[in-house]
């Protein structure tokens, strides 16, 4: 089976770059100044139990073996204390996980269902009122995406839409402040508050989410957006759509064919964007307060607070590692030349 | 990984071509004309940001850190034009002195980015084109290792690393340095790789030059005008993360002016509908930003000497036409034929035509050669039968009456039901004319039933049918390929059974062998011929081969700049040549061949 040879080579390539990423983030770590034992339990304790907390955290020993000790903690899922709140990081991360991912979910689905489907009808030739429309659209958006920054774009909707016209709720979170969060199924308050039946919670949830979901997939929609609408209008002008033209072929075969040539790219581009977004969101979080691990890893910057820095950078790079692998399976599952040339 | 490959890829091929056009060099005000007055206002605009970063504090009304208690968040009116800030600060004076530090640190860490990139891509490139195994895992090692680093989240590596130097302009540049250089690294690396194949940086090496040094001494500044070209973007990148870095406060602080750092302290207000602090200054960095990318595409283009222009050509006089060419031209359609084009004229708009009143009859049954130079316009004749010029061509005149009805002027869903069904086109290198992700089966199913009522199981059957009629065994095992599993020969076999599933009356057939294996090409051409004699479809065959005319065409027409300049039976045109053209062509053949093929050459008789 060329495919399961192929994922099986593509798992491969993942351990050493695993491997990698906990190095880095275990030298990044080490490079902090002051000393893990003694951040942890705060300057107010006692030296004999920072002692013992190094010796527990194995921070005696050569840097070898406090990488090994460092790994061996890793794959407990420890992740180490905050020293703020004394909090495990592994808990705090999983808490807050779902606050991320339903932003980037939501922000990745208004990409799709909107964006996308603008950016192909502009790369059509037709004249169409549509079709023109939509290439003015796209050419202003084309203007626009990638050079405003989305921690200023997400101000400036809060101002319009809550604090002129009051149709969306501020920046307080992700419910307002009187409700209550749902009960835990998925983490995705919009998805939870459906699941348990309560519809008030639900509109409070979907309100709280729209606005940073459409910051997210104005900014970071950009790069799918240019994508698509090239390598569509690049498959549209090829030979092979002129040839399938000459064929007599329906118009809406001849789009749909062009459409999976535009496919493989766009999807690239994709996962690039997405894995990017969970360490590259962070400030849109932190600028609707919606408390997920982006937003938790920049208060424990500011508040010099290592553990959960080391934990979020080590989920974000293995998330990102994760969505490259995604992507590069679709692409084989897409495009019969790629598993023809890599088998 | 393939999905930075996939990348790298592109930017090769874009980066050669930048490249290969490098070599000539416009003048200034050259290079201004050809700009778009949108790329002259992105121009402009460029340098009043440099002149503002340079000079900004100097012509600020106020002093950019003068705060004035009794002043505090006023609106925007006549002494402040942008209101203050919660200190009381001119928000115009401070937005004139920001973009110096946002602008100065981009500038300068991008500019470090390059300085370690640059150096390092060029070995990195060297090594994966070298000869030996261990360079190249070197190579692809350090390759692998930068995935790693470009999946850490940007931003708050930067944020780390300004908090273990802690803050500051200096840091800030490291750290924004830090995160772009893999940026330049795989860049100059893509394009060494694809440099080091030209033939200088041979030579280069040849004469003893060694392949480091040469990377560096003639390939790395041939990669500059690409890299310049990431150097605008990466700026305007490197401006949204100082920005972003300040506007948490791990980046510059209060007082010096900057812009993240304004926006953060507007930003409280903002949500109270005190707007102004924040929202100018978010313009401006988009503007910056903006700018900054938009120039990136503009140095690109200045690096591209002018566009191609269609050369412009003379209207060759009449008499330069041999007279039989002239004499069908002026007459009437002949009765019965299968096709009659009538002083066809094609131009891309403004330019001089690329067809000028085209015109030849064609009876069923009968193939007509069309041979010309290279550029004399054969192919767009062909497409232009069926409507097929694509974007930018268009026709000016003439008509193109295929079994009475006038394809120039018919609408696109009659057109459609004629493409395909009873003309077909066979075009040259089959093989990009198969869409790459369908199955040879899907297009042919699709072909037949978009001109005929049948099941798709029906359909299927027949093309299978189809391919076993022309000579491929095992049908069923090239449905189900894709094209790329395909030779050549196989792909214009394919596009063959596609052309004659219908059994059309017309073929238009552009140079249906080119690219393919002297013996395949016969082959090809042979089942092409007798097949359609078969059927009884006439072609047009419009091919640089005069070889191919002499043996298979019943009659052959000239095509010179657009014009036919010389028509007739193929023994008469290549035995008696008239037009200078023609000599020329012929001259260039292999002359024994075609005289041979062309004396036994009777099939004009038999048409006509």
Redesign the interface.
């Known amino acids: 089976m060329p495919t399961l040879k192929y994922i099986g080579r593509r798992l491969l390539?993942l351990v050493?770059?695993l491997f990698?990423?906990s190095i880095?983030t275990f030298t990044?770590v080490r490079?902090?100044?002051g000393d893990p034992a003694r951040l942890e339990l705060g300057p107010l304790a006692p030296e004999e139990g920072v002692v013992l907390l190094r010796h527990q955290l194995r921070l005696d020993e050569p840097l070898p073996q406090q990488y090994i000790a460092y790994l061996q903690r890793l794959l407990q899922g420890d992740f180490g204390r905050s020293w703020v709140n004394s909090s495990s990081v592994a808990q705090d991360l999983l808490v807050r996980a779902p606050a991320t991912l339903e932003l980037i979910t939501a922000g990745m689905l208004i990409v799709l269902v909107v964006m996308v489907p603008v950016a192909l009808l502009s790369a059509s030739?037709s004249r169409g009122w549509l079709a023109r429309a939509t290439r003015r659209i796209s050419f202003g958006y084309g203007?626009?995406a990638?050079?405003?920054?989305d921690?200023?774009?997400g101000?400036?909707l809060?101002?319009f839409f809550?604090?002129?016209l009051g149709w969306a709720p501020?920046?307080e979170g992700r419910l307002a402040i009187l409700d209550l969060p749902p009960e835990r199924v998925t983490g995705f308050y919009v998805v939870d508050t459906l699941l348990a039946g309560n519809f008030d919670s639900f509109r409070s949830a979907l309100s709280h989410l729209a606005l940073p979901a459409i910051t997210l997939a104005f900014v970071y929609g950009g790069p799918i957006f240019k994508m698509v609408r090239a390598s569509m209008e690049a498959a549209l002008?090829?030979?092979?759509?002129?040839?399938?033209?000459?064929?007599?072929?329906?118009?809406r075969?001849i789009l749909l064919?062009a459409m999976?040539?535009a496919a493989p790219?766009a999807v690239?581009v994709t996962?690039?964007v997405a894995?990017?977004l969970?360490?590259?969101a962070?400030?849109i979080e932190?600028?609707f307060n919606l408390n997920g691990i982006?937003q938790y890893?920049?208060q424990s910057?500011?508040t010099?607070d290592y553990a959960p820095?080391q934990g979020?950078?080590l989920v974000?790079?293995v998330f990102?590692?994760m969505v490259?692998l995604i992507?590069?399976l679709l692409?084989f599952m897409?495009?019969?030349?790629?598993s023809?040339r890599?088998t | 990984?393939?999905?930075s490959q996939?990348?790298d890829d592109w930017r090769r091929q874009r980066s050669s071509a930048i490249v290969a056009r490098y070599s000539a060099h416009p003048t200034v005000i050259g290079l201004w004309s050809r700009l778009s007055s949108f790329d002259r206002a992105i121009l402009v605009l460029f340098v009043l940001i440099l002149i503002v970063a340079a000079f900004g504090p100097l012509v600020a009304p106020y002093p950019p850190t003068f705060a004035d208690p009794l002043q505090r968040l006023v609106s925007p009116n006549g002494a402040h034009p942008f209101g203050t800030d919660e200190n009381g600060i001119d928000v115009l004076s401070r937005l004139i002195a920001a973009p110096r530090t946002d602008v100065l640190i981009a500038v300068i860490a991008t500019t470090i980015s390059v300085a370690i990139g640059a150096p390092l891509g060029v070995v990195a490139g060297y090594f994966e084109g070298a000869d030996r195994r261990a360079m190249r895992w070197v190579s692809e090692g350090t390759l692998?290792?930068l995935?790693?680093?470009q999946?850490?989240?940007?931003?708050?590596?930067a944020?780390?690393l300004v908090?273990?130097r802690g803050t500051g302009p200096v840091n800030v540049v490291l750290a924004v340095a830090f995160v772009n250089f893999p940026v330049f690294l795989r860049l100059v690396r893509s394009e060494i790789l694809s440099l080091r194949e030209h033939p200088y940086a041979e030579a280069a090496v040849a004469l003893g030059n060694s392949e480091l040094g040469v990377g560096f001494k003639h390939l790395l500044p041939n990669a500059w005008p690409t890299v310049l070209v990431q150097v605008s973007v990466t700026i305007?990148f490197a401006v949204?993360l100082t920005?972003?870095l300040s506007?948490?406060?791990?980046g510059v602080s209060p007082p010096t002016p900057e812009l993240?750092a304004m926006?953060a302290s507007?930003?409280k207000f903002?949500?109270?509908?005190q707007?102004w602090v924040?929202?100018f200054?978010?313009l401006l960095?988009?503007?910056i930003?903006?700018t900054f990318?938009?120039m990136g595409d503009i140095v690109g283009k200045l690096m591209e000497p002018g566009q191609r222009t269609i050369p412009s050509r003379r209207p060759l006089s009449k008499d330069h036409i041999a007279p039989a060419a002239q004499a069908e031209a002026a007459a009437p359609s002949a009765q019965g034929a299968v096709l009659s084009v009538r002083g066809l004229a094609i131009e891309a708009s403004g330019c001089p035509p690329i067809l000028d009143g085209v015109s030849f009859d064609l009876m069923p049954g009968e193939i007509l050669g069309v041979v010309g130079l290279p550029g004399s316009g054969k192919s767009i004749l062909i497409?232009a039968i069926?409507r097929?010029l694509?974007?930018g061509l268009q026709r000016r005149a003439g008509h193109v009456v295929f079994r009475g009805k006038d394809l120039a002027e018919l609408d696109e869903k009659k057109l459609?039901?004629?493409?395909?069904?009873e003309i077909?086109?066979l075009?040259p290198?089959a093989k990009?004319?198969?869409?790459?992700?369908?199955r040879v089966g899907d297009?042919m199913v699709?072909?037949i039933r978009?001109?005929s009522r049948c099941s798709r199981r029906e359909a299927h059957a027949r093309a299978a049918r189809m391919l076993g009629a022309i000579g491929i065994g095992d049908a069923e095992h090239w449905l189900a390929a894709?094209p790329?599993?395909l030779s050549g020969g196989m792909a214009q076999r394919v596009c063959l059974a596609?052309a004659l599933v219908h059994r059309p009356p017309l073929i238009i057939a552009d140079e249906p062998t080119v690219g393919l294996d002297v013996t395949v090409q016969r082959q090809v051409l042979d089942l092409m011929i007798e097949l359609c004699h078969q059927s009884g479809a006439a072609q047009v065959l419009a091919t640089r081969e005069l070889g191919i005319v002499a043996q298979y065409c019943n009659r052959v027409a000239v095509l010179h700049e657009g014009l036919i300049v010389e028509m007739g039976s193929v023994r008469d045109v290549l035995l008696t040549p008239r037009h200078a053209v023609t000599r020329r062509l012929i001259a260039a053949a292999d002359l024994r061949a075609v005289s041979a093929a062309a004396t036994t050459n009777t099939s004009s008789e038999i048409v006509r």
């Open positions: 390539v050493p770059q990698l990423i880095i990044l490079m902090l100044p030739p203007l626009l990638g050079a405003l920054p921690f200023w774009l101000l400036v809060i101002f809550f604090s002129v501020g920046p002008r090829s030979d092979y759509t002129i040839y399938a033209e000459g064929l007599g072929l329906p118009r075969t064919w999976r040539n790219p690239v996962g690039v894995g990017y969970l360490g590259g962070v400030l932190t600028v982006g890893a920049v910057i500011t010099a820095i979020f950078v974000a790079a990102t590692m490259y992507v590069d692409q897409i495009d019969p030349r790629i023809a890599i | 990984m393939s999905t996939g990348n692998r290792l995935d790693v680093v999946a850490f989240p940007v931003f708050i590596l944020m780390v908090a273990i305007g949204l920005a972003g506007f948490v406060g791990a993240g926006i507007g930003a903002m949500i109270i509908g707007w924040a929202l200054p978010g960095l988009g503007l930003v903006f990318a938009v497409r069926v097929l694509g974007q459609r039901a004629i493409r395909g069904y077909l086109p075009l290198n990009s004319q198969l869409n790459p992700l369908v297009l699709a072909h978009a001109h894709y790329h599993e596609i």
